[in-house]
């Protein structure tokens, strides 16, 4: 088998300041003729280095100090280039870059241009390596955004970057990169920032693309389960350094290294024994003997006919959009963003709220908060016994009210303010609410970082000097600040590496046991909601589709879009490999396409059935419980 | 924008007249002291009934702004009447006339002169962050910043006239002064503006640089800079085509503040070199409480600093999509 590439003893340096940092320490790999190879590991492992070294698009203080990268393009056999020696500006290099070998970047949401039609875009790559009339060039460029599976390639052409959604955005970066039709693609991380049913897709487009262009592809990523669905071959990596390499089977059957042993031990899996732990690669070290702990007064555990913490009923929320015109803004449609959605959560319990990006999750939880005003609907929280309407609280009580109920965010970087400290990140709640003289919050701080597994001396520094596990354990202590009896967890884990997201995940089970707390968790990832849940509510375009006990539900899930959302997560075995003909429709997400009895659309109006044991769907009413045992 | 031309009419007028006393009092004073002259004293009388100086003041800007008529019919701002002006003693109009066009000439040239000094500089300083040109560049802008202007010009008048030749003050010779436009008279025009540009621009120059290089190290940083890369743009194509058209922003909505400043920025230089430009002329008007000049001027830059925003405002959305597009969807 002839490669593509071929990597030998490649060291790249990082000179700052500070020091050289080997980013990159003697690392050889190759990349066969139109197969995948997956470079695997965390962030910081080189990974990225090695991609930006491929294109000779490294930042200014990284430097190769010894090494081959040999490139044979595959159309002119016999010809090779040591991308190493080439100088970044030169012709060679400028012709391979982006002719020959193109990359597809993480953040379909940034690496596009906001101001230039991705058809300005796509087609600039072309004009750059072949000599295309201008008419010729667009002819090229729509065919190449029909390929990407555009719905109108035409209008699309003239579309700007902000108008699509971040899979279509995906589709058009992909569009880009092949659009020269190369030799070698690299894909780093081209899923890691999509929902699960986009992802599929896109890597449903990858392979197919992959088959019709016989290109080979090198995917950069984290994620073992999008390895096993995707790669022939495996490159793991750690420190800059190869760990272990071979075959998708070899690799998956018998790990050898213990680091990679170590990384699949923490991935959430469907097939995990009830009561079974992440082993993260370095768990936190916490210690048990918090005051906190002690002094929590966690809420007594339930007994099984106390009410629900929270109980929401047919809430809905609706959004104006505005349509402006030179005479002001006028109303011009809305947007149901929740509608009429009702759930409750026992105390103790923790409810997985499960649905696409856009499906209303994040308004709800806001809404919860009363961060937006509700449209219609009610929400009771049961405050050891007292119930409380939310919706109806003013001034003091609301302020009261936020006091037990807290909100961990998704984004750990920017939910930081960067210029405070960690102290008064994590004090701030208690000085808004005015809790104890400031030696007794110093104390109740110090233990917050504690109970989170984090050193107190770390009190006095910047947001900016911890990693993203960290920050989110910040941001875990600040929510807990306040002793919240209810925690609203919005994708707390979807920005971390595996391994952390391990460690966080394994933090959240320990405090809710400890400290008696009750999750709402949001998520996108239904493995992760499967770990920490007991029980899962799936949401689709603003409405439940189905709400069911964890086991209940992927044991059986009755609802098509529940289903679809289940085959779309990425195993990491790869026996169990994406099936992507099912995925790729759009249908599932349509909930006018669905099948009866789940259809909804103008005419038909599903409503929530209980099926037993806990177990609710939304069909048609008088729908026969018979139809739905498939 | 009417209405708020509208309100900005309503306050110019009404600072006008806060202090007390207006010109033609003002003068009267002076007549009565050197004793009376009955011509003099008839004369003021004139106005006095003519620009209803004894009216109450609401009616007084119903006639400025010719909503309501006065002894020749409805003729104020609307009409394109700016009043007379006290101490001339001919219409505004004349006496700003010549000058409008000096001020703009100057002005505009010094604004030619910031971008393409400033845009270059800035764009290098950027690219080559932390090099010992971007040091030096920094230096001379910070300096450029922090010298008054004014101690500037008086230098460089000094020297462009002892090295150089080139006569002081004025936007002209002498001779060409009320002399029909020649090309001679353009050239020594043209000789008499290399420094006051100079003078004018260096502070703008600077801290269009620091902007500049701020906006664009931001731009340098993203994403989509480096797809440009990926792609196989080369260096230059890519700089110009996408993080320089990004940083553009800022400097397009500054056109709305730059209008006025066109007109009757400067003030203080224009008196230090003698310019003919509107700057002095303004400052002269409000002092002597010459109210139809003063608020007539002021008018006029309000409206140009209106329409200056609605023109960077109507750029920015040509040029910038996002603006375009998404503008009047709210959340």
């Known amino acids: 088998m002839t490669n593509v590439l071929l990597v030998r003893d490649l060291k790249v340096e990082f000179r700052v300041a500070e020091g050289t940092i080997k980013a990159v320490d003697g690392v050889s790999f190759r990349v066969p003729d139109g197969k995948t190879v997956a470079l695997v590991g965390e962030s910081g492992s080189g990974k990225s280095v090695i991609s930006q070294a491929i294109m000779s698009i490294l930042p200014k203080p990284a430097y190769i100090t010894s090494g081959e990268i040999l490139f044979f393009d595959p159309e002119k056999p016999g010809v090779f280039y040591d991308i190493a020696k ?9 012709n391979i870059r982006g002719g020959r070998i193109s990359i597809i970047f993480q953040e379909p949401m940034t690496s596009l241009s906001p101001l230039h039609t991705i058809g300005d875009q796509i087609s600039e790559a072309l004009h750059l390596h072949h000599k295309k009339t201008k008419a010729e060039g667009v002819q090229v460029t729509v065919d190449m955004l029909r390929l990407v599976g555009f719905p109108k390639p035409d209008e699309a052409f003239h579309t700007y970057p902000f108008e699509l959604s971040g899979g279509l955005r995906q589709r058009a970066m992909i569009a880009m990169a092949m659009i020269c039709k190369p030799g070698l693609l690299i894909a780093d991380e081209p899923t890691t920032a999509l929902d699960v049913t986009i992802q599929a897709q896109i890597l449903d487009l990858m392979q197919k693309l992959q088959k019709q262009l016989g290109m080979a592809i090198l995917l950069i990523t984290h994620d073992l389960g999008v390895v096993a669905s995707m790669a022939d071959e495996i490159v793991v990596m750690y420190h800059g350094k190869v760990m272990e ?19 699949m031990r923490a991935i959430p899996r469907f097939d995990m024994k009830p009561g079974e732990r992440l082993t993260p690669i370095r768990e936190i070290k916490r210690e048990s003997d918090s005051k906190f702990l002690q002094q929590a007064n966690p809420r007594p555990v339930a007994t099984g006919e106390e009410k629900p913490i929270l109980e929401v009923r047919k809430l809905t929320k609706k959004f104006t959009t505005r349509k402006s015109s030179l005479f002001g803004a006028k109303p011009a449609g809305e947007v149901l963003a929740v509608d009429n959605v009702s759930f409750f959560i026992k105390p103790g319990e923790c409810l997985g709220l499960v649905g696409e990006s856009g499906c209303g999750k994040t308004t709800l939880s806001k809404l919860i908060l009363r961060a937006l005003e509700t449209t219609d609907g009610s929400v009771t929280y049961n405050d050891r016994g007292r119930d409380i309407d939310v919706l109806a609280l003013s001034n003091d009580e609301l302020f009261d009210y936020r006091n037990k109920v807290q909100f961990i965010f998704q984004d750990p970087f920017s939910s930081l303010n960067p210029r405070m400290t960690v102290f008064d990140i994590i004090s701030e709640p208690l000085i808004i609410h005015n809790v104890g003289t400031s030696a007794e919050r110093e104390e109740t701080v110090k233990e917050l970082m504690t109970l989170v597994g984090l050193d107190i001396r770390f009190l006095r520094r910047y947001p900016h000097s911890f990693s993203g596990g960290q920050r989110q354990r910040i941001g875990i202590a600040r929510a807990l600040a306040l002793k919240p009896d209810l925690l609203i967890c919005d994708e707390p884990v979807s920005a971390l590496d595996v391994s952390i997201q391990a460690q966080i995940l394994n933090l959240l089970k320990d405090l809710q046991a400890e400290l008696g707390l009750t999750y709402l968790f949001i998520s996108h990832n239904l493995a992760v909601v499967d770990y920490i849940a007991d029980r899962i ?28 959302l289940l085959a779309a997560v990425p195993e990491p075995d790869p026996n169990h490999r994406l ?21 909804a659309d103008v005419h038909t109006k599903p409503v929530m059935m209980d099926i037993g044991g806990g177990h609710f769907v939304r069909v048609h009413e008088n729908t026969d419980l018979e139809e739905l045992r498939l | 924008m009417i209405p708020t031309l509208l309100v900005i009419s309503i306050l110019t007028f009404v600072i006008i007249q806060l202090p007390p006393g207006d010109y033609l009092s003002n003068q009267l004073e002076e007549l009565r002291s050197q004793g009376e002259s009955a011509s003099a004293m008839a004369k003021i009388a004139f106005y006095r009934e003519q620009y209803a100086l004894d009216k109450s003041p609401i009616e007084q800007y119903a006639r400025w702004m010719g909503f309501w008529p006065g002894p020749d019919g409805f003729s104020g701002l609307i009409q394109g009447n700016w009043g007379q002006s006290f101490t001339y003693d001919l219409p505004v109009k004349e006496v700003v006339g010549d000058r409008l066009g000096l001020s703009f000439l100057i002005n505009f040239s010094t604004i030619l002169f910031i971008y393409i000094v400033a845009f270059p500089i800035g764009v290098y300083s950027a690219t080559r962050q932390y090099s010992i040109g971007d040091y030096g560049f920094t230096l001379i802008g910070y300096l450029g910043l922090a010298t008054p202007n004014f101690l500037l010009a008086m230098v460089l008048l000094y020297y462009a006239n002892v090295y150089f030749g080139v006569s002081i003050g004025g936007l002209m010779d002498d001779k060409y002064i009320n002399q029909p436009w020649s090309f001679d008279k353009a050239m020594s025009v043209f000789d008499h503006m290399i420094v006051p540009v100079i003078v ?30 990926a792609k196989g743009v080369p260096r230059l194509k890519a700089l110009i085509k996408y993080p320089i058209r990004m940083s553009l922003n800022p400097f397009i909505a500054d056109i709305g503040n730059l209008l006025p400043d066109v007109i009757s920025g400067s003030v203080i230089v224009s008196m230090v070199l003698s310019l003919p430009t509107v700057g002095p002329l303004l400052l002269e008007a409000l002092r002597n409480q010459d109210q139809y000049m003063a608020g007539s001027l002021l008018m006029f830059l309000a409206l140009l600093t209106v329409v200056g925003m609605f023109v960077s405002d109507v750029l920015l959305a040509v040029l910038d999509p996002r603006i375009r597009l998404t503008g009047g969807a709210t959340k």
């Open chain 1, 86 to 94: 080439l100088k970044p500006d030169s012709k060679e290099m400028r």
């Open chain 1, 245 to 263: 390499q071979g075959t998708l089977e070899d690799i998956f059957k018998s790990p050898e290294h213990p680091y990679l042993k170590a990384l």
């Open chain 1, 537 to 564: 509510a799936v949401m689709c375009k603003g409405r439940l589709v189905e709400t069911a006990p964890k086991a209940a539900l992927f044991k059986n899930p009755v609802h098509p879009y529940t289903k679809r």
């Open chain 1, 579 to 599: 099936n992507f003909t099912n995925l790729v429709e759009e249908k599932a997400s349509n909930p006018e396409l669905w099948p009866a009895p789940f259809t």
């Open chain 2, 200 to 229: 004018i621009g260096t502070s703008g120059t600077a801290s269009m640089i620091r902007r500049l290089r701020a906006n664009l190290l931001d731009e340098l940083q993203k994403q989509y800079v480096t797809t440009a890369k």
